[in-house]
């Protein structure tokens, strides 16, 4: 089955910086990639995806970018705001069951 | 998008004993999943809720243990049967929405003792 590796496992930043968290994937079938953010006690909330027919997509400070043939694909987010701390998981979709595997998160800290 | 409810929100219960949690989506919905996170861990798939018919579990869970109901499209339930503490984790369902994307329910999170 598919497995999903992220790094890192956490990440501080200042504010105003810019965070990358990567992901990899084994399943070259694999053609849906969420990313997920969850608030301590929240339940996780979808804020960008993109599919294996697209290399990038980006949504205000928010792009992810993927590369098929490496098998890899990154979420980045510019200006970070302390609102941003929070743990992010990336996952992924192989085929048309919906099935998502997921990463084992990273924590991102914005300092203020 | 949808709105996905789950009761309870949380619950604390005794070993041996079980608890069943509903999800509740205020459209109609083609698939339904039923998802574990362990406590400061990823999330892991439990089953996919099936309307009208069994669900299909994945790799580690099993019927007996996590019975899952969904008599149509827009409710399901998972119980969790004699609980020993290693079931204390977050139980959340999740479902394909708009624009073909995966969102989450509240969640539930089971504390057992």
């Known amino acids: 089955g598919e497995n999903v590796e992220q790094h890192p496992s956490t990440l501080s930043v200042q504010e105003g910086d810019s965070a990358v968290i990567k992901c990899t994937y084994s399943d070259s079938a694999s053609n849906y990639f969420p990313w997920y953010k969850q608030e301590l006690g929240k339940r996780p909330q979808l804020i960008i995806d993109?599919?294996?027919?697209?290399g990038e997509k980006k949504d205000q400070r928010i792009a992810v970018t993927l590369n098929k043939t490496a098998k890899h694909f990154s979420l980045h987010i510019t200006e970070t705001q302390p609102e941003d701390s929070a743990v992010y998981f990336c996952?992924?979709?192989?085929?048309?069951?919906?099935?998502?595997?997921f990463g084992k998160g990273t924590l991102l800290t914005v300092n203020p | 998008s949808a709105v996905i409810s789950q009761k309870p929100s949380r619950d604390i219960c005794q070993r041996g004993t079980s608890l069943t949690i509903q999800c509740q989506v205020d459209?109609?919905?083609?698939?339904m999943f039923w998802y574990r996170q362990q406590p400061g861990q990823s999330l892991t798939l439990i089953a996919t809720a099936n309307q009208g018919s069994e669900a299909t579990y994945e790799s580690g869970f099993v019927i007996d243990k996590f019975p899952i109901s969904r008599p149509n499209l827009t409710f399901s339930t998972l119980t969790v049967s004699n609980m020993s503490p290693e079931d204390s984790s977050i139980y959340l369902c999740?479902?394909?929405?708009?624009?073909?994307?995966?969102?989450f329910g509240s969640g539930t999170q089971l504390s057992v003792l």
């Open positions: 993109i599919r294996s027919n697209v």
């Open positions: 999740s479902v394909l929405g708009e624009g073909e994307k995966l969102f």
């Open positions: 996952a992924a979709i192989s085929g048309s069951n919906y099935k998502l595997t």
């Open positions: 459209s109609q919905v083609t698939m």
